[in-house]
């Protein structure tokens, strides 16, 4: 029987179409020339937690595209109480970077959206437009006071899609 580390274990699930839905909004939102993002929800029961809904920023705060990406309290406000009405959680965030640059800017590393250990944050590059697959995007693991740890080479093998 195979065993598996918790490392080998996906980290989140997103089906196919889903996925696919998000980066188009994504890259529709952004236009081509400004940055968007979304919040991934689901629950966490069992070891797959699984994305079932998005909330994408623009939606929970309409000026927080702005080139980058800047939510306040309102936006959060909101994020809340979509969260408590539909029973799910902030699984990981995802938002878009121009050319193909995945890696976090040091705004991102210093000023993540939920700061809470075990948080994914996902980066997606040429604002979404490439219909990138799961290896080209970066993906980073919040770990609270020992900061981001990047986990890019895992995605692919880490079965988000099925
Ligand atoms: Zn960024």
């Not at 809904?53 to 909101?78: K, M, Q, W």
């Not at 878009?96 to 994914?120: C, F, M, Y």
Request: with cysteine.
């Amino acid at each position: 029987m195979m065993t598996t580390s918790a490392s080998d274990r996906p980290l989140l699930r997103i089906p196919a179409k889903r996925w696919r839905a998000v980066l188009d909004e994504l890259a529709a939102r952004g236009g081509g020339h400004r940055e968007s993002g979304a919040f991934l929800l689901g629950r966490r029961r069992g070891r797959r937690p699984k994305v079932t809904h998005i909330a994408y920023f623009d939606d929970l705060e309409p000026a927080s595209l702005n080139g980058a990406v800047h939510l306040t309290t309102a936006g959060y406000t909101r994020l809340n109480r979509i969260c408590s009405r539909l029973g799910v959680e902030v699984l990981a965030d995802i938002h878009t970077h121009p050319g193909d640059h995945i890696r976090q800017s040091s705004i991102d590393e210093d000023n993540p959206l939920v700061a809470v250990p075990g948080h994914v944050a996902i980066i997606v590059g040429h604002f979404a437009r490439n219909g990138a697959g799961l290896a080209d995007v970066g993906c980073y693991r919040y770990d609270g006071d020992d900061g981001w740890a990047p986990l890019t080479r895992g995605v692919s093998h880490w079965r988000w899609l099925r």
